[in-house]
C-alpha cells in the first residue's frame, strides 16, 4: 500500500507538528479538529515554525510554500477522514474519547485504511479492540516538538498485521524520522524507562536528598543529558507524567511505578509545570 493523503485527528501541540511533518514531506494532509479556534492557531503556529526552517535554511521557501498548499483543515471528522490512506490520531489522552474517535474513523475512513495512534501510554491492542480493523490498527508515537525529533515509536498491537507495521514504519522512514517497533506493553519503551528516572528524581526532592537545580545538574552533567529529570517533567507537564506513571503502576501492578506523593502534592495544588508557570521550577 502507497500513503500518499493523510489525516490528522486533534490539531493540538502534537497533532499540528505531525501535520507540518507530513505535509513537508510530499503528503497531503488535512488537519482535524473539533475546536475551529484552534485549527485556526495550528494553522499558524506550523506558518511560524515553516518560517523558522526557512530562516535557518533547514527548508526553501518553495518548501514552505508546497507544503502550505498541501495542507487543509476542517473540524468535521468524516469528510477529513473519507480519501485518506493513513489516518494519525492525536486527541487528549482519555480513553472513552480515544473510543469514540476510533469508532468515528473506523466508520468513515476507507476500508483499507491504516489507522494510527499516538498514545503515549494507552494500549494500541485495546484501541484497536474499538474497531472492526484490528489488524490496521497501530502506534505511531511521535516526539514533542514533533519537526526536530526524530523518534518514533512504531507500536505493534495484539493483532497488529506486519503490513500495516511495514507501512508506517516506511513512512515514518520517509519523514526523515527513526522508527523503533515496539511492542504493545504500558509505556512502550519511551515512558517506561523515562518515568521511573523522573519519578525517582521526584522523591530526591521529597526526602531532601538535593535542591531541584542540583539534581538537574547531577544528570546533566554527571550522565550527558541535555535536559535534567525535573526540567523534562516540568515541560512535560506533571498532570501528564502522573497519569503515566498511574497508568505504568496499575497496568504492569509492580510498586516500583508508585507515583511520588510529592508529584500527587503538586498536581493538586495545580503546579503542573511550564504550563501554569510553575512547577519544580519558575517560568514568566
Ligand atoms: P492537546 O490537548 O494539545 O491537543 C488535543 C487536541 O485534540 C485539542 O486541540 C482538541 O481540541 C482536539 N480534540 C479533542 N477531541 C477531539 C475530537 N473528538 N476530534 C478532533 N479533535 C479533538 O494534546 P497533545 O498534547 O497534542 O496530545 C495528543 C496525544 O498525543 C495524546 O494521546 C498524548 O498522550 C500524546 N502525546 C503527547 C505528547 C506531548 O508531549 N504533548 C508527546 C507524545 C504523545
Redesign the pocket.
Known sequence: MTVQTVAI???????NGIAHVFALHGYETTL????EP?LDEARGTIEQNLTRQVEKDAIAPADRADALDRLSFTPD?ASGVAVADLVVE????ERS?KA??FGTLDEHAPDEAILAS????ISITWIGSQTDRPDRVVGM????PVPVMTLVEAVRGQRTSDATYDVVADVADDLGKHPVEVDDYPGFVSNRVLMPMINEAIFCVMEGVAEPDDIDTVMTLGMNHPMGPLTLADF?GLD?CLHILEVLHDELGDDKYRPCPLLRRKVTAGQLGRKTGEGFFEYE
Open positions: 485527528v486533534g490539531a493540538g501541540t502534537m497533532g482535524i479538529d473539533l475546536d484552534l471528522t492525536a486527541v487528549p489522552e474519547l469514540e474517535v499516538n498514545t503515549s501510554s508515537h511521535f516526539f514533542n512535560i501528564v
